[in-house]
T-cell receptor
Framework: AQKVTQAQTEISVVEKEDVTLDCVYE???????LFWYKQPPSGELVFLIR??????QNEISGRYSWNFQKSTSSFNFTITASQVVDSAVYFC????????????FGTGTRLQVTL | DAGVIQSPRHEVTEMGQEVTLRCKPI?????LFWYRQTMMRGLELLIY????????DSGMPEDRFSAKMPNASFSTLKIQPSEPRDSAVYFC?????????????FGAGTRLSVL
């Protein structure tokens, strides 16, 4: 069965610090997809990124970067120079080729960025 | 473009009452998902539709829950009779396809409180 683990329940940092959110997944499929979503205090879920299992290139988007390592079944998310607006709950999710678009979410990491 | 639209945003009802949650997916999307978010269980998929047909309802907690998608632009999730343990945030999401890896876009959610 597929599984997503976000071991960090809550992280607190001071603005401008870098922070990494960990995500470890389990799957038996060779084709799968990994996602990160952001849930700000307003409550909606915002899509951030999708990676497929055949593309291990790291990705950078502004202050956000993602490190995908199949060898360790991890898909970690780093925020550089964090800002107060980054305060949110971040979810990692997995979908497998065998279960179509069904998403399995991790339990989320609450990030608190303070001044 | 309008995103996924859910109504109502908040619902307070008494135990035993019928509750209907509504969702309008993004135009052109052919897959629709209903999720429930609670502190205890996190984000869990209840049911999803592909081309208006229910594909997987294994997450529906019990017979008190039912979902319909009469056309490509509207879906409902009904709880009858409601119970206090149904209190949660219910999200609707849509995606362009039902294939693995399709990005799901979420509505703002409906916060349900059953007294």
């Amino acid at each position: 069965a597929q599984k997503v683990t976000q071991a960090q329940t809550e992280i607190s940092v001071v603005e401008k610090e870098d922070v990494t959110l960990d995500c470890v997944y389990e799957t038996r499929d060779t084709t799968y997809y990994l996602f990160w979503y952001k849930q700000p205090p307003s409550g909606e879920l915002v899509f951030l990124i999708r990676r497929n299992s055949f593309d291990e290139q790291n990705e950078i988007s502004g202050r956000y970067s993602w490190n995908f390592q199949k060898s360790t079944s991890s898909f970690n998310f780093t925020i550089t120079a964090s800002q107060v607006v980054d305060s949110a709950v971040y979810f990692c999710a997995l979908s497998e080729d065998g279960t179509a678009s069904k998403l399995t979410f991790g339990t989320g990491t609450r990030l608190q960025v303070t001044l | 473009d309008a995103g996924v639209i859910q109504s109502p945003r908040h619902e307070v009802t008494e135990m035993g009452q019928e509750v209907t949650l509504r969702c309008k997916p993004i135009s052109g999307h052919n897959s629709l998902f209903w999720y429930r978010q609670t502190m205890m269980r996190g984000l869990e998929l209840l049911i999803y539709f592909n081309n208006n047909v229910p594909i997987d309802d294994s997450g529906m907690p019990e017979d008190r829950f039912s979902a319909k998608m009469p056309n490509a632009s509207f879906s409902t999730l009904k709880i009858q009779p409601s119970e206090p343990r149904d209190s949660a945030v219910y999200f609707c999401a849509s995606s362009f396809s039902g294939l693995a890896g399709a990005i799901q876009y979420f509505g703002a959610g409906t916060r349900l409180s059953v007294l």
